[in-house]
């Protein structure tokens, strides 16, 4: 089993407040990523992350924001959430710097925004 | 025309059938290619890796034609358990090295 973990499981929130998604690994991991994912539909990368103090947009534009301060923990962050935010955000890990590797990916949460 | 395309499914077949999925993929720059597994309502987890001269694990066997731009899995002698959705995979090439893009996933049920 992998080592990465998210919280919370599940959120339904209001319009208009602000959230934020945790995740963290214990791997030691360099990279790590968010994904957006509706029922149905394929993965889209929203943010990655070489390393401590690096975050990078993903293929997919989201309003979400992210942060890098420490290498296991990678939170994902919605200042006004909205309707349009609900969906299940997946987080994941990987090694860097050998190619492109196995991503490991934790249990999701998702989000219902009223 | 999206980056990577399968047939969605739903492949409804019985204990001990042989199933193929099959995918394509557009960005010949790629140069990793993966399937996926993903069980309903889970996160996804590595099934295999993709390599040019075909590789096998256990029941399944994925192959890879660069030249048509085209991944196959098989799977052999399916099990009430292989019932998931099979995502394929394929890296982004150029800057973005090691991220990955999925496919929409090709739904399979195996049933007794």
């Known amino acids: 089993e992998a080592d990465i973990y998210q919280t919370p499981r599940y959120l339904v929130i209001g319009t208009g407040k602000k959230i934020t998604l945790e995740c963290s690994q214990t791997m030691g991991h360099d990279k790590m990523y968010w994904y957006q994912q509706d029922p149905g539909m394929e993965l889209h990368l929203i943010h990655y992350?070489?390393?401590?103090?690096s975050t990078e947009k993903g293929d997919l534009s989201s309003e979400s924001t992210v942060s890098r301060i420490r290498t296991e923990h990678f939170p994902l962050t919605l200042e006004s959430a909205r309707p349009s935010h609900t969906s299940q955000y997946l987080c994941?890990?990987?090694?860097w710097g050998k190619g492109v590797n196995e991503q490991f990916f934790g249990p999701g949460t998702r989000l219902t925004v009223l | 025309r999206k980056e990577v395309e399968q047939d969605p499914g739903p492949f409804n077949v019985p204990e001990g059938a042989t199933v193929a999925f099959n995918c394509t993929y557009s960005n010949s720059a790629s140069q990793s290619f993966f399937w996926y597994r993903q069980d309903c309502r889970k996160e996804p987890k590595l099934l295999m890796s993709?390599?040019?001269s075909g590789n096998e694990d256990g029941r399944f066997t994925a192959q890879l034609n660069r030249a048509s731009q085209y991944i196959s899995l098989l799977i052999r002698d399916s099990k009430l358990s292989d019932s998931a959705t099979y995502l394929c995979v394929t890296s982004r090439g150029g800057g973005s090295q090691g991220n990955l893009i999925f496919g929409k996933g090709t739904k399979l049920s195996v049933k007794p």
């Open positions: 993709v390599y040019s």
């Open positions: 994941a890990s990987s090694e």
């Open positions: 992350s070489y390393g401590v103090n």
